[in-house]
């Protein structure tokens, strides 16, 4: 069985830095592209970040380009999104995503990031 | 970018109707790049349709997708009561990847 397990989230004040973690198992993680996309308090989904299974490729919404980092480790089987320069804006719940078949077949339940002073 | 309106933003039927609910993207995209999602309230996201058509593993076959290119539709026929959710269309065919903003669906 496919399980992603968020973490990481919290409160942070505008301007500081928070990483998020997503530990996968019951698939072969290094062989998939995995995907972070955030919720805001009653919005819609919005994608943030995808990479691919050896980190070659990697792709930011504009709206966290140049802020946010994704990355993996896949001895760990664990995904990363390191959050900088943080926003009001940016406060969400993050779900990390197994992507198969052009599509998120499988999502955490996600971490709540709340920027504020 | 390319946006995906979802139509209507709201849908009240009761038990047993047919839903259909619209996705219209703003340029032409792969049907193999067609997902649609479930959210419902407290919960993440779960994968219903992909590639336009092809249903996700444990999904019943109430559950049907179709279109192509621009336009694309998500039916649920002989709605349940537990099917009362926000449900979402994505294209995976050109970044940004996007969302629609959502079709809620009320059970009455």
Not at chain 2, 65 to 72: K, P, W
Request: overall charge neutral.
């Amino acid at each position: 069985e496919v399980q992603l397990v968020e973490s990481g989230g919290g409160l942070v004040q505008p301007g500081g830095s928070l990483r998020l973690s997503c530990a996968a198992s019951g698939f072969a993680f290094s062989s998939y592209w995995m995907h972070w996309v955030r919720q805001a308090p009653g919005k819609g989904l919005v994608w943030v970040s995808r990479i691919n299974g050896d980190a070659s490729s990697i792709a930011y919404a504009d709206s966290v380009q140049g802020r946010f980092i994704i990355s993996r480790d896949n001895a760990k089987n664990t995904l990363y999104l390191q959050m900088n320069s943080l926003r009001g804006e940016d406060t969400a719940v993050y779900y990390c995503a197994r992507e198969d078949y052009g599509a998120m077949q499988d999502w955490g339940q996600g971490t709540l990031v709340t920027v504020s002073s | 970018e390319i946006v995906m309106t979802q139509s209507p933003a709201t849908l009240s039927l009761s038990p047993g109707e047919r839903a259909t609910l619209s996705c219209r993207a703003s340029q032409s995209v792969s049907s193999s790049s067609l997902s649609w999602y479930r959210q419902k309230f407290g919960q993440a996201p779960r994968l219903l349709i992909y590639g336009a058509s092809t249903r996700a593993p444990g999904i019943p076959p109430r559950f049907s997708g179709s279109g192509s290119g621009t336009d694309f539709t998500l039916t649920i026929s002989s709605l349940q009561p537990e099917d009362s959710a926000v449900y979402y269309c994505q294209q995976d065919y050109r970044l940004p990847l996007t969302f629609g903003q959502g079709t809620k669906l009320e059970i009455k």
